[in-house]
């Protein structure tokens, strides 16, 4: 059988402004106080977040005003393609690759809206051919990330060479007027950020398939209510549960999908939706604690920043990675639908 697409490189990209989570406690200490009588028994949720900071596209000061949704989707339409256009020229640059090779772009992002789609403008700053294929996905949400290598891998399976980016400024959605127990979690754990992955013919490990799990009855496990300040957040407590009840299962069928046996799987590569979906994670996978802890890594330093985290593990994953081994692992990522998204890989 011809060896499928391997991931050639995969680049992150972070915005300036930097936050502090015993910052962002102070912050959400007087904001949610007036609303919330117990505030001083919930503000333990940001030091057991394993969260130590953050980047944002706009400093602190932003977030204490009102801002209308018009302006924050004006700010995520510069500030997206100007991180989506870093992460893509490192990504391009780890590869040696030239952005005229590139036959196709996937844009993987919920947090923002633009018509025309972002890669229609990205394809022209990164030089890439006019006719370019475009691809952009949206509403997927934290499981982006895995869903979207698995589709770039797809496309890139005949011998192309495919530019995935998924790019998110969680930021931007705050509203300041909703002082509900979920924008609270919100503001403890999301941040903003970019990552691209190359796909194609070369060096690296193998994608072998992808798989995705919808389960009914979970709509409104998360996702976004649209309100006049922009998309609210919303995601129930029970996640950590599902995960622990559900994830098995959602791995198991991905892997018979792909000729494997979940028992088979040597790597783990993991979206930190948060301390206690990885501590799921951890119990439902019986996922090793090298595992846990590189996704841990990246959550103590970034924050969730939705679809383009599991990237940031996986760039993190490839710096010292078993090449050549033939060793089976997964890319997972939980989002909107409620659904797991899987891609599967061998090294």
Same mark, same amino acid.
């Given at each position: 059988?011809?060896?499928?697409?391997?991931?050639?490189?995969?680049? $992150?990209?972070?915005?300036?402004?930097?936050?502090?989570?015993?910052?962002?406690?102070?912050?959400?200490?007087?904001?949610?106080?007036?609303?919330?009588?117990?505030?001083?028994?919930?503000?333990?949720?940001?030091?057991?977040?394993?969260?130590?900071?953050?980047?944002?596209?706009?400093?602190?000061?932003?977030?204490?005003?009102?801002?209308?949704?018009?302006?924050?989707?004006?700010?995520?339409?510069?500030?997206?393609?100007?991180?989506?256009?870093?992460?893509?020229?490192?990504?391009?640059?780890?590869?040696?690759?030239?952005?005229?090779?590139?036959?196709?772009?996937?844009?993987?992002?919920?947090?923002?809206?633009?018509?025309?789609?972002?890669?229609?403008?990205?394809?022209?700053?990164?030089?890439?051919?006019?006719?370019?294929?475009?691809?952009?996905?949206?509403?997927?949400?934290?499981?982006?990330?895995?869903?979207?290598?698995?589709?770039?891998?797809?496309?890139?399976?005949?011998?192309?060479?495919?530019?995935?980016?998924?790019?998110?400024?969680?930021?931007?959605?705050?509203?300041?007027?909703?002082?509900?127990?979920?924008?609270?979690?919100?503001?403890?754990?999301?941040?903003?950020?970019?990552?691209?992955?190359?796909?194609?013919?070369?060096?690296?490990?193998?994608?072998?398939?992808?798989?995705?799990? $919808?389960?009914?009855?979970?709509?409104?496990?998360?996702?976004?209510?649209?309100?006049?300040?922009?998309?609210?957040?919303?995601?129930?407590?029970?996640?950590?549960?599902?995960?622990?009840?559900?994830?098995?299962?959602?791995?198991?069928?991905?892997?018979?999908?792909?000729?494997?046996?979940?028992?088979?799987?040597?790597?783990?590569?993991?979206?930190?939706?948060?301390?206690?979906?990885?501590?799921?994670?951890?119990?439902?996978?019986?996922?090793?604690?090298?595992?846990?802890?590189?996704?841990?890594?990246?959550?103590?330093?970034?924050?969730?920043?939705?679809?383009?985290?599991?990237?940031?593990?996986?760039?993190?994953?490839?710096?010292?990675?078993?090449?050549?081994?033939?060793?089976?692992?997964?890319?997972?990522?939980?989002?909107?639908?409620?659904?797991?998204?899987?891609?599967?890989?061998?090294?």
């Amino acid at each position: 059988m011809s060896r499928g697409p391997a991931i050639l490189s995969v680049a $992150t990209a972070v915005p300036p402004h930097r936050i502090a989570q015993e910052e962002a406690k102070e912050f959400a200490r007087a904001l949610f106080s007036s609303s919330h009588r117990d505030i001083e028994r919930l503000l333990p949720l940001f030091d057991n977040a394993r969260v130590e900071g953050r980047n944002f596209c706009v400093p602190r000061e932003w977030f204490e005003k009102d801002h209308p949704f018009p302006e924050k989707n004006a700010l995520y339409e510069g500030w997206a393609l100007e991180l989506s256009e870093k992460a893509a020229r490192r990504a391009l640059g780890r590869a040696g690759v030239g952005p005229e090779e590139v036959e196709a772009v996937f844009l993987v992002s919920t947090t923002g809206l633009s018509t025309p789609s972002l890669d229609s403008r990205l394809i022209f700053r990164l030089g890439l051919p006019p006719h370019v294929r475009r691809v952009p996905l949206w509403g997927l949400g934290c499981a982006g990330g895995a869903a979207g290598l698995a589709l770039a891998a797809d496309y890139a399976r005949p011998g192309r060479t495919v530019l995935l980016v998924a790019v998110e400024l969680c930021g931007l959605t705050f509203v300041r007027g909703d002082l509900s127990k979920s924008n609270l979690v919100a503001t403890s754990l999301f941040a903003d950020g970019a990552a691209a992955a190359l796909l194609g013919e070369g060096e690296g490990p193998e994608v072998i398939g992808g798989h995705s799990t $919808t389960w009914p009855g979970t709509e409104d496990v998360m996702g976004w209510e649209v309100v006049e300040e922009g998309l609210k957040v919303r995601f129930a407590r029970s996640v950590p549960h599902l995960v622990e009840e559900r994830m098995a299962r959602s791995v198991e069928a991905a892997c018979r999908a792909c000729g494997l046996e979940a028992g088979e799987l040597r790597h783990h590569l993991l979206h930190p939706g948060g301390a206690k979906v990885l501590a799921a994670y951890e119990r439902a996978l019986e996922a090793s604690p090298g595992d846990i802890e590189r996704s841990l890594g990246v959550l103590r330093e970034f924050g969730n920043m939705s679809s383009a985290t599991v990237l940031f593990v996986l760039e993190r994953f490839l710096e010292g990675y078993p090449a050549g081994s033939g060793e089976p692992g997964i890319i997972s990522a939980l989002g909107p639908g409620f659904a797991a998204e899987h891609a599967l890989f061998r090294c």
